[in-house]
């Protein structure tokens, strides 16, 4: 454990390590991917390039030192983390690499401040937090090992059907090469996706949301093609170049974001592609035969970018207890003819007093500025913060 001096003296170089921002971040990476270029293939390009990835780890290390000594508080944040890094397939000796680089990063650019009193205190805190960390993704790779249909690291699965579900989202399912069964999941995570596109320098690894309810044998993962500001690598690859019979690198499904076991009054908020996790938990609320109140809420560009519209259709005539509405930016009459269909933005307070306010559970997914948005619209209905679950397509960022 660590001691009182040294929790203080991490503390007291946080500031400065907050401030110094994106070029200590550069600076680390650089160093780092120079000495070990195989951590290339960890380690999202793109999410580098645009700064989020760099942030994201600096930002945790900065925070974590924050509450070095009230791990309790860190519980959440290990449990997101740990989950995405194990579909990272990341091992114990990464750990080792990053520890050494990011100290040595430390000391390189502030050697006054990180003198060897602060650079051992912030050895030993790394190390908790490594071990931490470390520690609890041995746990879920032990788990997912030895459950039915389990496995460890990339497993090859072939690609069996490929479905477009709207102008820009393609559903792919996968069966494993080896035919044997498939880890269940719970409605909400994700997998991780293990790709060498053609016009990548490195392997790439992406996380996709699980589409449907688990059934032993199979898994679908609906991919949003992104275009904006440039294509996007492996989206675009799976659009484009990934065909029915090839074979790609699974790894198992993981995440903290998903249904909550006890039956509640449920609310399923998405945006875009953000509808992918909402689908698997509707599916899977439908088919456990769940009579609590279900709402289906959705907002995209315009109709022809509102994926599984049919399916919607079909669940909402078996469920009673299914309500929907839609939100499209671009309407047309006849959108506005169906009745489920309103123009703009997401508007919860025109359905508040259909909505089980406050005491739902209320699920989100979409961009950031939407799940703001939403969230904002929740707390000022009176849920409470405690009831509101997200989860963010891309680095974390708190709402
Ligand atoms: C938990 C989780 C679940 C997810 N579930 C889904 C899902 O169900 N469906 C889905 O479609 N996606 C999902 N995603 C997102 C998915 O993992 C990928 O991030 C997404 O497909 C984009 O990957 P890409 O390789 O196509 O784009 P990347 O090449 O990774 O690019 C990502 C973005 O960065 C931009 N970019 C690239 N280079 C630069 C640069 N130099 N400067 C600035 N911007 C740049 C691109 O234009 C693009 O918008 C999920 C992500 C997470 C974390
Ligand atoms: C104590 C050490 C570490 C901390 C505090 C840490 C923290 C984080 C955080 C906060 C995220 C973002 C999680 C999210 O999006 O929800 C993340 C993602 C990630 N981490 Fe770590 N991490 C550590 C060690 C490592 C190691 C050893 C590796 C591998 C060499 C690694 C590779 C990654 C990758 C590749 C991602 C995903 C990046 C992306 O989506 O672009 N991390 N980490």
């Given at each position: 454990m660590l001691t009182e001096v040294q929790i203080r003296l991490v503390k007291g170089t946080v500031p400065l390590l907050e401030s110094a921002g994106v070029a200590v971040t550069e600076y680390f990476y650089n160093r780092m991917f120079n000495a070990h270029p195989e951590l290339l293939d960890i380690f999202n390009k793109s999410n580098q390039r645009s700064g989020r990835q760099q942030f994201a780890l600096f930002s945790a290390v900065a925070s974590y030192a924050q509450h070095i000594d009230d791990l309790a508080t860190l519980r959440e944040v290990v449990e997101r983390v740990a989950n995405k890094h194990t579909s990272l397939f990341i091992q114990p000796e990464h750990y080792d690499i990053v520890g050494h680089h990011l100290i040595a990063t430390l000391k390189e650019l502030a050697p006054d401040a990180f003198n060897t009193e602060v650079a051992d205190a912030w050895t030993a805190a790394y190390a908790v937090l490594a071990g931490i960390l470390s520690g609890r993704e041995q746990q879920l790779y032990t788990e997912k090992r030895s459950a039915t249909g389990g496995w460890y690291g990339p497993r090859p699965f072939k690609v069996i059907s490929k479905t477009m579900e709207s102008e820009l989202v393609c559903s792919f399912v996968f069966a494993p090469v080896d035919g044997q069964p498939v880890l269940d999941y719970l409605p909400g995570q994700y997998l991780g996706v293990k790709v060498k596109p053609a016009l990548a320098s490195n392997i790439e690894i992406r996380q996709y949301s699980?589409?449907?309810?688990?059934?032993?044998q199979t898994y679908r993962i609906s991919v949003k093609r992104e275009t904006l500001p440039q294509p996007g690598l492996v989206s675009n690859y799976l659009h484009?170049?990934?065909?029915?019979?090839d074979v790609l690198e699974l790894l198992p499904p993981a995440g903290d974001f998903y249904l909550q076991a006890e039956p509640a009054p449920t609310v399923l908020i998405s945006a875009g592609v953000g509808l992918t996790p909402m689908l698997a938990m509707l599916e899977t609320i439908v088919a456990a035969g769940r009579n609590t109140p279900l709402w289906f809420l959705h907002a995209c560009e315009n109709r022809a970018q509102h994926s599984f519209v049919s399916r919607l259709h079909t669940l909402a005539q078996q469920q009673d207890n299914l309500q929907r509405h839609y939100w499209y930016q671009q309407v047309t009459t006849a959108d506005l003819k169906t009745g489920l269909v309103s123009a703009g933005l997401m508007d919860l307070g025109a359905l508040k007093d259909q909505?089980?306010?406050?005491q739902g559970q209320f699920y989100l997914c979409g961009p950031a500025a939407f799940m703001q948005f939403v969230k904002t619209q929740l707390l000022q209905l009176?849920?409470?913060?405690?009831?509101i679950h997200y989860e963010v397509f891309g680095p974390h960022q708190a709402l």
């Open positions: 699980l589409s449907d309810q688990a059934n032993g484009d170049e990934v065909k029915v019979g909505l089980p306010l406050p009176g849920v409470v913060a405690t009831n």
